[in-house]
């Protein structure tokens, strides 16, 4: 089958790989129909991990189930299916109290598993024709058939959960104020999940006018860090105070003001993002982080950044009394009731998804999706 794989630093080819088979009667391989490329993939596409060429990249899949394993028991060959970006049992203590993120038993020696990721296993990614996926009647999450909100439900497998989980991080509740840090598709999603959870204020902070310009859209107020101090900004249009919550969806990549949007060519404060937050929220307030931190950066802007130690102003954190939390999304704890509400049409994530393009075209996506260009916001690849 054609897949996309990853070759070094700024490259990927569409390439053939051996197809994926059933390897565990649990296993089902699904015939990809949508596969999206994330933000986070751009981390190891721009050499910013530990990942070796040769992997299969995509971990935002769906499609239509091809073969069924002798035990599977709740799916059949034709279903269309979502599938969580996190690979999970669903039987390990952390699946079991609703943390799918942090399953122990799909990646051995680690909490966590992922398709087509460094450090997350050996499952192979869905920007692919097929893809395996194990455990399959705890990882696929049903869809009605057909081929309607095709966009919207492939951003179940990431970006709309991720989006959710860091209002739900944030504690984020009805009429509070709140600043998203980073318009890219997480936050996007971040902010159209506060709307959801009926925040009253929402300030999304970016530098690249097109996500700027989505944000809006949604009701957003924009602000633009090349334009001044983002916190100050937001501190002056609300009469000198901060906001309830923040959510950071930057992460580590995170560009200095003024320095170019392009992932390999910015300048990067890996913990500027962190500390505005500290700066923006009031006091007794939360921060919610799903934007991306590792603990192995070979592209570190000095020695302690390259093993993930950032200088935090935590003395404000603690006067303020602040309460934070991160993670990988547990993607399995929300994408069912999303998926309900983008059928009773309540939700519609899709208006994020700015480019689908073929396969054969990925190596070209990730270029234009890496240096934030010509409005690309966020790809899906169709086989
Ligand atoms: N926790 C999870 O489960 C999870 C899941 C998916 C993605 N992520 C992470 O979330 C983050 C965002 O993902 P994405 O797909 O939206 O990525 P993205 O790279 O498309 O978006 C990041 C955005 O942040 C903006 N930005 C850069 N520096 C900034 C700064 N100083 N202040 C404000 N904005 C700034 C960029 O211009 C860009 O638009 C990434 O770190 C990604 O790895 C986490
Ligand atoms: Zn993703
Ligand atoms: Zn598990």
């Avoid at 790989?17 to 391989?29: G, R, S, Y």
């Avoid at 944030?170 to 840090?181: I, K, L, N, Q, R």
């Avoid at 998926?339 to 996506?365: Q, Y």
């Amino acid at each position: 089958m054609r897949a996309v794989v990853y070759k070094g630093p700024f490259e990927v080819a569409v390439e053939n790989v051996p197809d994926p088979t059933l390897k565990h009667p649990n296993d089902v391989i699904v015939k990809i129909t949508s596969s999206c490329i994330c933000g986070s993939d751009l981390h190891m596409y721009e050499g910013r991990t530990a990942a070796q060429p040769g992997i299969v990249f995509g971990h935002e899949n769906m499609g239509l189930i091809q073969e069924v394993g002798s035990a599977v028991k709740t799916l059949k060959v034709g279903d269309r299916v979502v599938m969580p970006f996190n690979v999970a049992c669903g039987f390990c203590k952390n699946c079991q109290r609703g943390f799918t993120g942090f399953c122990t038993t799909v990646n051995p020696g680690f909490a966590g598993g992922a398709y087509g990721y460094v450090s997350m296993g050996p499952w192979g990614g869905g920007q692919a024709e097929y893809l395996q996926v194990p455990f399959a009647d705890f990882n696929c999450l049903p869809l009605p058939p057909g081929s309607e909100f095709e966009s919207d439900f492939a951003l179940l497998a990431d970006i709309f959960p991720t989006g959710y989980h860091g209002a739900v991080l944030a504690d984020v509740s009805p009429g509070e104020s709140v600043a998203v840090f980073g318009a890219g598709p997480v936050g996007i999603m971040a902010a159209y999940s506060c709307a959801i959870r009926g925040a009253a204020e929402i300030y999304v902070v970016d530098h690249v006018q097109e996500r700027l310009d989505k944000a809006s859209e949604l009701g957003g107020i924009p602000i633009n860090f090349d334009k001044g101090d983002p916190v100050q900004q937001i501190k002056d249009r609300r009469g000198g105070e901060g906001v309830d919550k923040a959510i950071d969806a930057v992460g580590y990549q995170a560009a200095a003001p003024g320095s170019s949007a392009a992932g390999g060519e910015q300048v990067e404060v890996p913990n500027i993002v962190l500390n505005q937050l500290i700066d923006v929220v009031n006091p007794t307030g939360a921060l919610g982080i799903p934007g991306l931190y590792v603990p192995t950066d070979p592209g570190g802007v000095d020695e302690n950044a390259k093993r993930g130690a950032l200088s935090l102003n935590f003395g404000q954190l603690f006067e303020k009394g602040l309460r934070l939390a991160t993670g990988q999304c547990n993607v399995k704890r929300y994408n069912a009731y999303l998926r309900d509400m983008i059928i009773a049409g309540k939700a519609k994530p899709g208006f994020v998804v700015s480019h689908t393009v073929s396969l054969d075209e990925a190596t070209d996506a990730y270029v234009k999706f890496d240096k934030r260009i010509d409005g690309y916001t966020k790809v899906i690849l169709t086989p």
